[in-house]
């Protein structure tokens, strides 16, 4: 299974981003999906996780209200969408796959595979 993230970048604070993984896998609607982040000399975040059926949703209390999840069964790709951006949501995005969903989603020992990340940066 190969994920790849696109949609980073530079952005004000205020602004918004679209974040896309897109997956290479036939049973990817069996997959609970989500995204983290990490910044030098932290520990990877949680950020937002997505059911299989795209019913339930999760999100990191640091982000709700600003960040929304989906999915595209069809198309094999889960979104971020990035709204309100502050300086402090700069980091490495990375999206994750776990089959039929993880026990935890703020885990990522629950994840079978992950991708390469892209950077958001928040500038002030």
């Known amino acids: 299974v190969q994920l790849v993230e696109s949609g980073g970048g530079s952005v004000q604070a205020g602004g918004s981003l679209r974040l896309s993984c897109a997956a290479s896998?036939?049973?990817?609607?069996?997959?609970?999906m989500a995204w983290f982040r990490r910044t030098p000399g932290k520990e990877r975040e949680f950020v937002s996780g997505?059911?299989?059926?795209?019913?339930?949703?999760y999100y990191a209390d640091s982000v709700k209200g600003r960040f929304t999840i989906s999915r595209d069964n069809a198309k094999k790709t889960v979104f971020l969408q990035m709204s309100s951006l502050k300086p402090e949501d700069t980091a490495a995005y990375y999206c994750?796959?776990?089959?039929?969903?993880?026990?935890?989603?703020?885990?990522?020992?629950?994840?079978?595979?992950w991708g390469q990340g892209t950077q958001v940066t928040v500038s002030s």
């Open positions: 896998v036939v049973t990817f609607s069996r997959y609970g």
């Open positions: 997505i059911s299989w059926s795209g019913g339930s949703t």
């Open positions: 994750a796959a776990s089959w039929r969903g993880p026990a935890d989603w703020s885990k990522s020992d629950g994840y079978d595979y």
